[in-house]
């Protein structure tokens, strides 16, 4: 069955940087796009980033662009999330997510980033 398990969250100084995984198993992970999604807390999901399934092609949302790096490794079945530049904002639960025909199907069961001083 397909699993998506996400590491790397914790608490972090506004400024600082985190590193993010998800590894993939049960399904061809190289054969598509992955997706980044956050849910800060009392908010609703927001999307965070895709990359496609050779990583050469990548998509972040407004709040993100240029301070987030996605990235993946298919040799690994694990994607990342480089995050820099830390924002109180930022605070969020984490998932990860397969995108299939537009529409995210699977994911996983998401790890925590707080960023505060």
């Known amino acids: 069955q397909v699993q998506l398990v996400e590491s790397g969250g914790g608490l972090v100084q506004p400024g600082g940087s985190l590193r993010l995984s998800c590894a993939a198993s049960?399904?061809?992970?190289?054969?598509?796009?992955m997706s980044w999604v956050r849910q800060a807390p009392g908010k609703g999901l927001e999307w965070v980033s895709d990359?496609?399934?050779?990583?050469?092609?990548?998509y972040y949302g407004d709040s993100v662009k240029g301070r987030f790096t996605i990235s993946r490794d298919n040799a690994k079945n694990t994607l990342y999330l480089q995050m820099n530049s830390l924002k109180p904002g930022d605070t969020a639960v984490y998932y990860c997510?397969?995108?299939?025909?537009?529409?995210?199907?699977?994911w996983g069961k998401g790890t925590l980033v707080a960023v505060s001083s």
């Open positions: 997510a397969r995108r299939v025909d537009g529409d995210l199907d699977r």
């Open positions: 049960g399904f061809t992970f190289s054969t598509g796009t």
């Open positions: 990359i496609n399934r050779g990583g050469s092609s990548t």
